[in-house]
């Protein structure tokens, strides 16, 4: 009797008759021949019904079945240089087990809209399958990292009293009356696990009611966020480096032949190696002058500006130390300048813009209330953090990346929604 197998293991069954199931991809005829392009999640195969070797209900059936049927396939695994995976199955025998009718991502081109609409189905194409693939390896290597290193996962609560990352960009939820937020970052939390822990991470979902369409913001993204007692800004920007060079290798060596259905240059991915270029931002602000833009020291960087820089190198780039005034209010400030904090940022090269953001904290009480205030947050909400700085306060530095960025980054995406499975954006949170 055969065997359900997968098409990602078929190459262990050459010349063994076995049993798919799975999904109609694609297919087309010739006279006495059948092409299936069958799907099972791990992978596509091409089934080849030949007249002579089914029944003629079979043969028949093969001739009429709607994309995306679901079906169970049973035959002969056979090598074949000229096939893509390099195998196809001579196909015995064919089972329906829902016949689809009309499936609406047809092979021919549909708009981001239409697209997006259907984004259940459309994880089904075989590109869409290929970026989440990548994704789920990404976060894998993440959490390998993490572990591996002496981190303690710790995660971070949804819900929180206060804003984190600027109050321009919470979402108020209704709480029994009381008005919380969604989380814009574990940041705050991890502070108090680093101090319990030594070295901690959460990772999960955060949100930032993010008014812009560009195509690097969603509002609902996830996040990895390090955070380490007795860690400075050097520490901080190794350990970042470390971990990125760590996180595109893993990819490179799990994911190759996805990265290679997306077309990735995975030369330009071979190329990310320590260590990665350091600027301050006065010369990141100096460099974008000699390229002619018109910025002045002060002045946020939007996409355009974080492009120019990153293509300026071949592999990530760090920019630390920008001006405190623009800057959270929980970053430490540079003693060396008071105009700077000890923060840094790293720009994906080839104009992905910035996928880490992080730095060393505030550890000083009164310097961190007086902080507090000139933001305007509510210093109530922000007093058990504060006890951080009460009780054994110690330099401490951590940082965030977005998962979602990377996978735009590693998979050469034009747009984020592309790298999560269900994208909420300002003007989606269908399906
Ligand atoms: O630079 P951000 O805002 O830093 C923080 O939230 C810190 N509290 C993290 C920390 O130090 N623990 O965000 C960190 C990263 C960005 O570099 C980016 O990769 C991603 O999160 N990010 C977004 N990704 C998609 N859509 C958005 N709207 C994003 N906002 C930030
Ligand atoms: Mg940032």
């Excluded at 991809?25 to 006495?32: F, I, Q, V």
């Excluded at 021949?33 to 999640?41: E, I, M, T």
């Excluded at 901080?236 to 996805?258: G, H, N, P």
């Excluded at 401490?396 to 995406?413: D, K, P, Q, Y």
Aim: glycine share 8%; with cysteine.
């Amino acid at each position: 009797m055969a065997e359900w197998v997968y098409i990602r293991e078929i190459a262990d069954y050459v010349g063994q008759d076995v049993i798919l199931k799975g999904w109609l991809y694609n297919k087309r005829s010739s006279g006495k021949l059948h092409f299936l392009q069958v799907r099972d999640g791990t992978g596509i195969i091409q089934c080849v019904v030949f007249k002579g070797e089914v029944s003629p209900e079979v043969f028949h059936l093969a001739d009429h079945l709607p994309q995306e049927t679901s079906l169970i396939v049973t035959g002969t695994v056979r090598a074949d240089a000229r096939a893509p995976i390099g195998f196809e199955l001579a196909v015995k025998n064919l089972e329906v087990v829902h016949l689809a009718h009309d499936y609406p991502i047809t092979p021919k081109e549909h708009g981001i809209a239409f697209l997006l609409d259907h984004r259940h189905l459309w994880l089904r194409s075989s590109r869409q399958h290929a970026i989440l693939r990548v994704r789920s390896a990404v976060v894998k290597a993440c959490r390998d990292y993490f572990d591996n290193h002496g981190f303690t996962l710790l995660d971070a609560p949804i819900f929180t009293p206060a804003a984190c990352e600027g109050t321009t960009t919470l979402f108020p939820v209704d709480y029994f009356g009381d008005t919380v937020y969604l989380t814009q970052s574990g940041q705050l939390y991890m502070e108090a696990g680093a101090m319990a822990f030594g070295k901690v991470y959460c990772f999960g979902p955060t949100f930032r009611a993010e008014k812009s369409k560009t195509r690097r913001h969603l509002t609902e993204f996830w996040m990895i966020e390090p955070e380490v007692a007795y860690c400075d800004l050097d520490g901080d920007m190794d350990l970042a480096e470390d971990f990125i060079v760590y996180v595109v290798q893993r990819v490179l060596e799990t994911r190759r032949a996805e990265l290679t259905t997306l077309e990735r240059d995975l030369t330009k991915l071979e190329q990310v190696q320590k260590p990665f270029p350091r600027i301050s931002y006065g010369e990141a602000i100096d460099l974008l002058q000699q390229k002619g833009v018109a910025i002045e020291w002060g002045a946020d960087f939007g996409g355009d500006e974080e492009t120019l820089i990153s293509e300026t190198f071949d592999r990530p780039v760090i920019i630390h130390r920008y001006p405190v005034a623009n800057k959270a209010f929980y970053m430490k400030t540079d003693p060396q300048d008071s105009r700077l904090a000890l923060c840094m940022d790293v720009l994906a090269p080839e104009g992905y813009g910035e996928i880490i953001g992080g730095g060393q904290r505030e550890d000083d009480l009164a310097t961190l209330q007086a902080k507090i205030r000139a933001h305007d947050l509510p210093e109530q909400a922000f007093s058990w953090y504060l006890d951080l700085r009460r009780y054994g306060s110690v330099p401490h530095a951590g940082f965030g990346m977005g998962i979602e960025r990377v996978v735009a980054w590693l998979c050469g995406l034009h747009h984020v929604r592309e790298a999560i499975p269900f994208p909420r954006m300002l003007e989606r949170v269908t399906p």
